[in-house]
């Protein structure tokens, strides 16, 4: 499915999956990376060294969840657009997602849009909290979003009321 649709099957993203208990520590990186191709930035973004070493350029990126601070610096050098800060401690109902975000405009802060998955599709309400659009992001802004929190590992993207 991931090879035809760009979409990774639940058994591979279950693998990547921070654990309930690191996600309980606070923000952590959650990295949706599925496809041996030439590309590491990532590497060399992470100042924690959470994300390993790679022998060959083609391997996928591994992190450890423990040694990532959910800092977020690797969201916008990744080129796939692959990399996501989960924050599950935010609230009681609503967690929150960082993400890469390449569509303008841009969103405004407290904006109320629709959180969608990797299919696209409508999965909840969702609120922007904060937009991240400065120079060292290279032209990769990243907005955060908050989403009941059922749905952190879901929203991967989001549409602006008026469908933009
Ligand atoms: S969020 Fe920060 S600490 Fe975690 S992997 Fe990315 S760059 Fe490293
Ligand atoms: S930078 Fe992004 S696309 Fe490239 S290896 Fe890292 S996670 Fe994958």
């Given amino acids: 499915m991931l090879e035809k649709t760009g979409v990774p099957e639940p058994e591979q993203v279950k693998k990547i999956t921070p654990s309930e ?17 030439p590309c590491d930035p990532c590497r060399y973004a992470c100042r924690q060294g959470a994300i ?8 996928l990126p591994v992190i450890d969840h423990e040694l990532c601070n959910g800092c977020g610096l690797c969201i ?33 802060q407290e904006e109320e849009v629709t959180g ?12 922007v909290v904060k937009v ?9 802004p990243v907005v955060t979003l908050a ?4 749905h952190l590992m879901r929203v991967r993207s989001f549409v602006r009321k008026g469908g933009e």
């Fill in 76 to 108: 916008s050098e990744c080129p796939g657009l692959a990399i996501f800060v989960i924050d599950a401690t935010y609230g009681k109902e609503e967690g929150l997602i960082k993400l890469p975000y390449e569509y303008l405009p841009l969103p405004g």
């Fill in 132 to 140: 991240q659009n400065t120079k060292a992001l290279d032209r990769t």
């Fill in 52 to 59: 390993k070493e790679f022998e060959d350029i083609n391997d």
């Fill in 116 to 127: 969608i998955d990797t299919e696209g599709q409508a999965v909840c309400g969702a609120r």
């Fill in 21 to 37: 208990e690191r996600f309980q520590k606070g923000p952590v990186a959650v990295v949706e990376c599925f496809q041996n191709i």
């Fill in 147 to 150: 989403v009941p929190r059922q």
